[in-house]
C-alpha cells in the first residue's frame, strides 16, 4: 500500500510524540523520505518497463516506416539505459538489441 504525503507525516509526527526526542524525529523523516523515494523508483521502473514491452510490440509491426522505426529503438533504447542505471545487470530484451 502506497501512503500518501499527508499519511506519511502524520505517521511520522505520530511516532515523533510518541519517542519525544529530536533524534527520533529526524530518524522518522529520513526513514519518511527514503520510503517515498523508494516508492517513486519502483513506479519508473514499472513504467519504463511497460514502454519497452510496448517498444518491442511495435518493432514488430510488419512494414512500419524506417522513420518510425529508428523513432521506436531511439525510445526504446532511451528506456533500457534509464533501466540500466537503476538496475545493473540482466535487462529484459537486452539480447534482442
Not at 527514503?34 to 511497460?50: I, N, P, S
Amino acid at each position: 500500500m502506497v501512503l500518501t504525503p499527508a499519511e506519511r507525516a502524520a505517521l511520522v509526527v505520530e511516532s515523533f510524540e510518541r519517542s519525544g526526542t529530536q533524534q527520533g524525529l529526524r530518524a522518522l523523516i529520513m526513514r519518511a523520505i527514503h520510503e517515498a523515494v523508494e516508492d517513486e523508483r519502483r513506479g519508473v521502473r514499472t513504467t519504463l518497463q511497460l514502454c519497452i514491452q510496448v517498444f518491442d510490440r511495435a518493432l514488430g509491426v510488419p512494414g512500419l516506416e524506417a522513420d518510425l522505426r529508428a523513432t521506436v529503438r531511439a525510445c526504446r533504447g532511451l528506456c533500457l539505459s534509464s533501466l540500466a542505471r537503476e538496475e545493473p545487470g540482466d535487462l529484459p530484451g537486452e539480447a534482442e538489441q
